[in-house]
């Protein structure tokens, strides 16, 4: 049987995380809209990864594949998706 303090510990541990993990989506959507002025934050909500970054770098403002691959993967090297 679970004590019912442990419960709300794991449920509060969760839901710790669940802010962290928030946070930390905002900050690397705020930090992209300062990289690349041509998104919105609609643009980049629900981001899959760099991967994902990548493509949608590549939609909103061309340039060849290779450029945009680079272009991501530096700016990505302090950001942890």
Request: with cysteine; glycine share 4%; charged share 25%.
């Amino acid at each position: 049987m679970t004590c019912p303090d442990t419960r709300w510990l794991n449920a509060a541990a969760a839901s710790q995380k669940t802010r962290a993990f928030r946070a930390r989506q905002i900050l690397i959507i705020a930090e992209a809209l300062a990289r690349w002025p041509r998104f919105t934050a609609a643009d980049l909500s629900g981001l899959n990864g760099k991967a994902d970054l990548a493509h949608r770098v590549h939609e909103k403002h061309g340039g060849s594949w290779n450029e945009t691959m680079a272009d991501v993967e530096l700016w990505s090297q302090s950001r942890q998706f």
